[in-house]
């Protein structure tokens, strides 16, 4: 009997805060809780206050997520050099709005 070996594929969604950023402050180092990823609209608390009700939206195109490093030279007179690596390839966007304290519905902003 062959025993088949199933590949789970990592899969990675691109985080859009912009239409919520535009109405308020989110500090960078805030705790947040992102609940609900294999729903449709997934919850996203920031600092224990800000509840926002996310989307997902298929991208058009190929998006693709890279990395950066700081090349560290040997010689101290050259400019250091920065990498760029493509990391993975975003077939989903998480869009997500400001929700509204009464039930699940939510504010477009």
Known sequence: M???SVKEEDEY???DLDDVTRHIDIP???PYTLSGLDTLN???TIDGKIKLVGEYTETIGTCLA???KEEVSADENQTAKKLVEPV???HKILKF???LDNGDKETNL
């Open 42 to 44: 997934p919850v996203l």
């Open 28 to 30: 960078s180092n805030a």
């Open 97 to 99: 709005r400001l929700a």
């Open 2 to 4: 062959a025993t088949e």
């Open 88 to 90: 993975a390839k975003i």
């Open 13 to 15: 969604v691109l985080i």
């Open 66 to 68: 890279f990395s950066e």
